[in-house]
C-alpha cells in the first residue's frame, strides 16, 4: 500500500477540506511530508494520520489552534493534562451559563401560561407575594421614549445582558402619585433578578407581603382604569396602601402582534 496521500485525499479520508489543511500547513500545525518542488503539489503519509486526528480531537474539546500547537510540540503529559482541567473548567462554566439561560426560558413559559390561564381579567384580588430580587433604577418615567432609555441606562449600570430580563421588566408609581391620581408617573424602573449572583448596588427587593392585584388586557397605556378599579376595591375591603405600585406587561407587542392578546398587572402592597 502508498504511504504517500495528496492533500485532496488527505481531507477525504478525514473528512476535512483542502483549505483547512492548506491553513494548518501556513501556520505550522500540520506541514506536509513533502511539496513537489515542480507543481507544488503537498503530500502526506500515514504517519500524520494521528497527529490530524488528535488536532481535530482537541479542536472538538474547544482548544484553539495555538494551544494545540503548543501541545504537539511538548507532547508533555503535565502540560496536556493542564490543557484537559482548564478546558473541563471552561466547560463547566458554560454548563453553568445554559443552565442559567434554561432557567430564564421555563420562568418566562410559566409566567406566559400562568397569564393566559387567568380567568378573570379586570377584576381586583388580594395576593400574596414571596420577597422578590430586583435590579432598580430611581427616576421620572412619563414616556415610551423615556422608558427604552431608562431601561438601557439600567442594563449598562448593572451589567446585565438583555437575555437575563426578557418579559422581566417592570415599573413603579409612586404611593404619592397613586394618591393624586397620577397614575402614568413612574418613578423607577425595575428588572426581576432571577440569579442570586448579581452584583450591582441597585440591587433592591420587593417585599412579601400582601398586594391587591388586577390583571388587564392591555398595556401600561390602558392602565388608568384598571387603577380606579383596583384602589375602589382596596377602599371597600378596608384595605391600607403601604407602598408604590408594580406594574408590568407580561404580554406586549414584541411577544403577539395582536393587541387583544397584551396582558398587564398591576400590584399594590397593601395591609389590613
Do not use: W
Not at 9 to 26: G, P
Not at 66 to 80: N, P, T, W, Y
Not at 196 to 225: F, M, W
Amino acid at each position: 500500500m502508498k504511504n504517500q496521500f495528496s492533500i485532496g485525499e488527505m481531507a477525504k479520508l478525514h473528512n476535512t477540506t483542502i483549505k483547512t489543511l492548506r491553513y494548518y500547513d501556513e501556520i505550522g500545525l500540520l506541514k506536509p511530508i513533502q511539496i513537489d518542488k515542480n507543481n507544488g503539489y503537498r503530500y502526506y503519509s500515514t504517519e500524520q494520520f494521528e497527529q490530524l486526528n488528535t488536532i481535530h480531537y482537541l479542536k472538538g474539546l474547544g482548544f484553539s489552534l495555538k494551544e494545540i500547537g503548543e501541545h504537539l510540540v511538548q507532547r508533555d503529559i503535565e502540560s496536556f493534562l493542564d490543557l484537559l482541567e482548564k478546558q473541563k473548567e471552561l466547560s463547566e462554566n458554560k454548563i453553568k451559563e445554559l443552565e442559567r439561560v434554561n432557567r430564564k426560558f421555563q420562568n418566562r413559559i410559566n409566567d406566559i401560561k400562568h397569564a393566559r390561564r387567568i380567568a378573570e381579567l379586570g377584576v381586583a384580588s388580594v395576593e400574596h407575594f414571596k420577597e422578590r430580587k430586583i435590579v432598580r433604577l430611581m427616576g421620572k418615567i412619563s414616556s415610551e421614549p423615556e422608558l427604552e432609555v431608562s431601561l438601557r441606562q439600567l442594563e449598562n449600570m448593572s451589567n446585565m445582558k438583555a437575555s437575563a430580563f426578557i418579559g422581566g421588566v417592570g415599573l413603579t408609581v409612586s404611593l404619592n402619585s397613586i394618591k393624586e391620581s397620577k397614575f402614568d408617573e413612574y418613578n423607577s424602573i425595575f428588572i426581576l433578578a432571577e440569579e442570586e449572583d448579581i452584583k450591582s448596588p441597585l440591587v433592591t427587593k420587593l417585599r412579601e407581603g400582601t398586594y391587591a392585584c388586577i390583571y388587564y388586557k392591555g398595556s401600561h397605556n390602558d392602565s388608568l382604569q384598571y387603577y380606579m378599579i383596583l384602589l375602589n376595591f382596596i377602599q371597600e375591603n378596608g384595605l391600607q396602601m403601604i407602598g408604590d405600585a408594580i406594574e408590568r406587561t407580561i404580554i406586549n407587542q414584541y411577544v403577539s402582534k395582536r393587541k387583544e392578546d397584551y396582558l398587564t398587572e398591576i400590584q399594590i402592597p397593601v395591609k389590613y
